[in-house]
């Protein structure tokens, strides 16, 4: 895999020259470079289009502790020799219909105790399981659009920022300028191989299908946690061709299909293979909503995508963790190992090893593959019916408030954090079981404000939270 791994110095390089973007003239290296307050955005109206157009121009700094409201129906449009940048402490309240068009440069700079917001206000939240159904809860209804990262968007960061409610139909201005497609209900789209979309401790609440769409882009997607993602399908971070980077530390609760997958599919011409390293993730109750049968529910590598997957938690998901056989996937250049599960039930540790695929258990993961004669047999091969039975309810990952076996609800309506909590107790299963040997792929401009600030490194504890308080902070 060495080949498939950028060494860091190779990226201190690169965030030294990607990326140049003039601001008025006065500097060029963006990601070297604050904007000055002088340009700041006006919260005394609405942001509203005007002259019968439904798209509206967007540019300059959101000032600390300001909320900001735009027009139902008005697509704010950032131009691609511009940017805006939101400083922490920011609400951004999106109008009925609304979007953030991303030709240029979008950077949400939250921060843990002035965190930003993209949503819509005035709605109520019911997490606890058996709240809201899903025909009934705002979450998976789109009331805005999203944001559009169109062909020419560069830079795009999302960091401490709350993105809710949002996956309505594209309309005319994204289709037109993103070049989204007007029928997709993206919440987020990044379209640009060339780019960087960087989202770290950050929220992604409700979707509709595919909440985020990685069409092509370099990509650093760090202690993250989603929730409610995905009405009956879509995958949560759904890569394609010509995506190369790092998905670590998310939290999944909830998603209609996988929570990440990486495909090849759609290369467009010039970008490079699909490669993502994905690692201490975790998964819970995923891929009940999905209607097709067969679909993941944690993780997913199909149609010639290449990378590797490690130290990951999967919580009675629907299917396990997926290598595609046909389309195949890179298996060439695609490892994976001390990965975890658990299932209350028989029907889910009978998919452990998903029947049809080609996921080859390894010796590191979690049930061993050694539990007993009739949990995968000396003479299985991958894709085989087996017996899941034994491993049922085995190695309880001890979370310090969730509980396992689920009872009292279907495990279909987990599907918000609420008031749980997915940290670990010390004598966790999952504590010390981790591979710190492999590395992140992080081909990203490294900044505190342009970049990615922190590329944590493979945990020694399984899963997005580590015993030491290092990984997911939410």
Not at 37 to 44: E, F, R
Not at 432 to 450: A, C, E, F, S
Request: hydrophobic share 35%.
């Amino acid at each position: 895999m060495k080949k498939y791994i950028i060494p860091i110095i190779s990226m201190i390089i690169l965030a030294a020259v990607s990326g140049c973007q003039k601001w008025k003239g006065e500097h060029v290296d963006i990601y070297n470079y604050t904007l000055p307050v002088a340009n700041a955005v006006s919260d005394k109206a609405p942001l509203s289009c005007s002259g019968g157009t439904t798209v509206a121009p967007i540019k300059g700094t959101m000032l600390s502790g300001k909320t900001y409201t735009v027009q139902d129906g008005c697509d704010l449009v950032i131009n691609a020799s511009d940017t805006l940048l939101m400083q922490p402490g920011v609400t951004l309240n999106m109008g009925l219909k609304s979007s953030l068009i991303v030709l240029g440069t979008l950077v949400s700079n939250g921060s843990e105790k002035q965190p930003n917001w993209i949503t819509i206000p005035g709605i109520t939240k019911n997490d606890a399981p058996g709240g809201f159904t899903p025909s009934a809860d705002p979450a998976y209804s789109g009331k805005w659009k999203g944001i559009i990262g169109g062909p020419t968007c560069n830079l795009m960061v999302l960091r401490w920022t709350h993105v809710e409610y949002a996956g309505l139909t594209e309309g005319d201005a994204t289709s037109k300028l993103a070049g989204s497609g007007a029928g997709n209900q993206y919440s987020i789209l990044f379209a640009n191989y060339k780019g960087n979309f960087i989202m770290e401790d950050s929220w992604l609440y409700g979707g509709v299908d595919d909440p985020i769409r990685i069409s092509a882009g370099k990509v650093a997607i760090f202690r993250n946690t989603f929730e409610k993602n995905g009405v009956k399908g879509g995958d949560c971070l759904n890569a394609k061709g010509g995506t190369v980077g790092t998905m670590a530390y998310n939290l999944f609760v909830g998603t209609a299909t996988n929570g990440q997958k990486a495909s090849n599919k759609a290369q467009a011409i010039g970008a490079p293979q699909t490669n993502l390293v994905m690692y201490n993730n975790t998964f819970v109750s995923g891929g009940y909503r999905q209607t097709q049968s067969g679909r993941g529910g944690c993780i997913n590598y199909e149609e010639g995508a290449a990378g590797m997957y490690y130290n990951n938690v999967a919580i009675n998901c629907r299917f396990g963790y997926r290598v595609v056989g046909n389309p195949a996937a890179d298996v060439a250049h695609l490892s994976y190992g001390n990965n975890y599960q658990w299932a209350d039930v028989d029907s889910i540790a009978n998919q452990f090893y998903p029947v049809g695929y080609i996921t080859k258990p390894q010796i590191t993961d979690i049930p061993s593959i050694n539990t007993s004669p009739k949990y995968l047999p000396a003479n299985y091969s991958p894709g085989a019916f087996y017996d899941g039975h034994d491993v049922v309810q085995k190695n309880n990952p001890l979370f310090l408030n969730f509980p396992l076996p689920a009872i009292g609800h279907p495990l279909d309506q987990y599907s918000a954090v609420g008031n749980f909590n997915f940290r670990l107790k010390p004598g966790s299963p999952l504590v010390g079981k981790g591979n710190t040997d492999i590395k992140p792929l992080i081909v990203v401009p490294l900044d505190k404000i342009y970049g990615l600030s922190d590329a944590t490194p493979p945990g020694t504890d399984l899963g997005c939270y580590q015993l030491n308080g290092a990984g997911n902070q939410h």
